[in-house]
């Protein structure tokens, strides 16, 4: 999956974005300049959305400063407080897009989607230069040997969780059988291929739960259950509780948590 990196303080906005692009790229929110530069040289992205008015910077001075580091970064500015002259500082920086709010979930999610592919299509084999290499796409690099390369796959199989790499084209790509693979990977990771591929899954369904409105079959088939029984069998085994459980729960505390500070 792709990596949108937001940067805009609405919580709002942060999850209707998060939900615009939930088949196709992971959503990482942040509420300042500050958390952006510090996740971006940390962890990198594939795609920048900004809002203009952020609360210790503007969001055309980010603009340039990326365009004069990563030029070949998308940034895409969605903004509550944008006009002509906003719009058009922006387009003369470079960026690919720009929206004003309330903007319409299916027209981001398309373009969005349509950037990243443009950029860095999914199924070709491409160098990233916006961040450290994040998993192989292809063949895995092995200079550093298989404990390298498994490395990678552990990352991307947790990257791509509708499309991970499979245990047996891991095994194919390192002309190991599947024992001693099995025996690498856990020696490596510390776990089981597919342990590592279930948590993935769970943990990104555990954000969906909190922060979207998708179904319980919707939220099975993002995250890459093939079907609803299966998902809820594993989510209860490694949670504790079935998915409409936890979604639950989470919005009761979260009902509690608010209901506290208004009463403050």
């Known amino acids: 999956m792709w990596r949108v ?7 709002q906005d942060q999850e209707r974005l998060t ?22 040289a940390v962890r990198g992205a594939d795609l920048v959305v900004l809002e ?4 210790d910077g503007s969001g055309l001075d980010v ?34 897009d720009y929206f004003i709010k309330p903007w319409l979930a299916g027209e981001m999610a398309a373009s969005l989607r349509a950037i990243l592919s443009a950029v860095r299509p999914a199924t070709a084999e491409r160098p990233n230069t916006f961040r450290p290499m994040r998993g192989f796409v ?10 390298a390369a498994i490395r990678q796959a552990a990352q991307r199989i947790q990257e791509d969780l509708e499309d991970p790499v499979s245990f047996g084209q891991l095994a194919r790509e390192l002309h ?11 020696r490596t990771i510390g776990m089981s291929y597919r342990r590592l591929v279930n948590d993935a899954r769970i943990a990104r369904a555990r954000e969906l739960l909190r922060s979207s409105r998708y179904t319980m079959t919707e939220i099975a088939q993002i995250v890459g259950f093939g079907d609803l029984p299966r998902f809820d069998k594993v989510f209860k085994a490694v ?26």
């Open 5 to 11: 990196l937001l940067a805009d303080p609405d919580r």
């Open 19 to 40: 939900r615009a692009c939930a088949r196709f790229g992971r959503v990482v929110s942040v509420s300042t300049v500050a958390r952006l530069r510090r996740e971006l």
């Open 52 to 55: 203009h008015r952020l609360p």
């Open 63 to 96: 603009a340039a400063a990326l365009r004069a580091r990563w030029p070949d970064l998308p940034v895409v500015m969605a903004t509550a407080s944008g006009s002509e002259a906003v719009c058009a500082a922006a387009l003369r920086l470079g960026l690919r």
């Open 138 to 147: 292809g063949r895995p690099d092995r200079r550093g040997g298989d404990v």
């Open 176 to 186: 190991l059988s599947k024992p001693a693979l099995s025996r690498r990977f856990t």
């Open 239 to 264: 949670v504790g509780a079935s998915p409409s459980s936890f979604r639950q729960q989470e919005t009761s505390e979260r009902n509690k948590l608010l209901a506290d500070r208004t009463g403050s």
